[in-house]
């Protein structure tokens, strides 16, 4: 199996895919819509395949934003 790329920030530093990360992030960003747990993790789920997917070893953060 692959595994999903390191993340890489504006500033050139690149860290290890958190799935927490993603998850808090929308949560946050969701916060004032109704939304269920399940959206969030089938999203997660649909951004991990796309990672994959692109065969690349390091991803800019802008792309997952």
Known sequence: KSSLPSICNK???C???QY???????TLALRKR?????QVDA???QI??????LGLR???SSRLG
Do not use: H
Not at 20 to 26: F, N, Y
Not at 34 to 38: G, H, K, L, S
Not at 48 to 53: R, S, T, Y
């Open 11 to 13: 500033d050139g530093r």
């Open 15 to 17: 860290t290890a895919y």
């Open 20 to 26: 927490g990360k993603i998850i808090d992030s929308m």
């Open 34 to 38: 109704p939304f269920r747990t399940e």
């Open 43 to 45: 999203a997660v789920e």
């Open 48 to 53: 991990e395949e796309k990672l994959l997917n």
């Open 58 to 60: 390091e991803v800019a």
